[in-house]
């Protein structure tokens, strides 16, 4: 009777599910113009995080399983270590989407408070595409309009 509460109860254990998630983040960009993110630490450029958004394109930039039911971190959380991130549209027109404790004198700029901040997550569309009682799947888009480039000019 011992052994078979015991093996009950291994096996009970045994058979949790791990709950897990799985998340895609995707820029869209709208514009007619092409955008390249460059990710800055100081006056160092990570070039391992650089991304090429064509005119008129979307582009996955970040998918991941993660543990728990969660789709977080999107590509905007994972920016936020970075201190700039500037923003090139054309190879000619760039502008700095900058943090709150980075000194930048000047005046040509997206705060991270700015409803256009690429690194703010909370200007990110977040969609839930399958739900269960063990997983979620989902994703973050982040769109570039054609003001945004007016804006940076």
Same mark, same amino acid.
């Given at each position: 009777?011992?052994?078979? $509460?015991?093996? $009950? @109860?291994?096996?009970?254990?045994?058979?949790?599910?791990? %709950?897990?998630?799985?998340?895609?983040?995707?820029?869209?960009?709208?514009?007619?113009?092409?955008? *390249? $993110? +460059?990710?800055?630490?100081?006056?160092?450029?990570?070039?391992?995080?650089?991304?090429?958004? !064509?005119?008129?394109?979307?582009?996955? =930039?970040? !998918?991941?399983? #993660? &543990?728990?039911?969660?789709?977080?971190?999107?590509?905007?959380?994972? @920016?936020?270590?970075?201190?700039? =991130? #500037?923003?090139?549209?054309?190879?000619?027109?760039? *502008?700095?989407?900058? %943090?709150?404790? *980075?000194?930048?004198?000047?005046?040509? %700029?997206? +705060?991270?408070?700015? !409803? &256009?901040?690429?690194?703010?997550?909370?200007?990110?569309?977040?969609? *839930?595409?399958?739900?269960?009682?063990?997983? @979620?799947?989902?994703?973050?888009?982040?769109?570039? #309009?054609?003001?945004?480039?007016?804006?940076?000019?």
């Amino acid at each position: 009777m011992k052994y078979s $509460l015991l093996f $009950l @109860l291994v096996v009970s254990i045994g058979c949790v599910k791990e %709950k897990v998630g799985h998340t895609s983040s995707f820029i869209k960009n709208s514009t007619s113009h092409k955008i *390249i $993110l +460059l990710p800055y630490n100081g006056t160092t450029l990570d070039n391992s995080t650089i991304k090429v958004i !064509n005119p008129n394109s979307t582009v996955e =930039v970040y !998918n991941d399983n #993660v &543990r728990g039911k969660t789709i977080e971190p999107g590509f905007g959380t994972l @920016l936020q270590p970075y201190d700039s =991130v #500037v923003v090139s549209y054309d190879d000619t027109i760039k *502008i700095p989407h900058i %943090k709150f404790n *980075i000194l930048y004198n000047g005046s040509h %700029k997206v +705060l991270f408070t700015s !409803n &256009r901040s690429i690194s703010n997550q909370n200007n990110w569309v977040k969609t *839930i595409t399958n739900e269960t009682k063990y997983s @979620l799947e989902g994703n973050f888009m982040y769109t570039f #309009v054609e003001q945004d480039y007016l804006d940076a000019k």
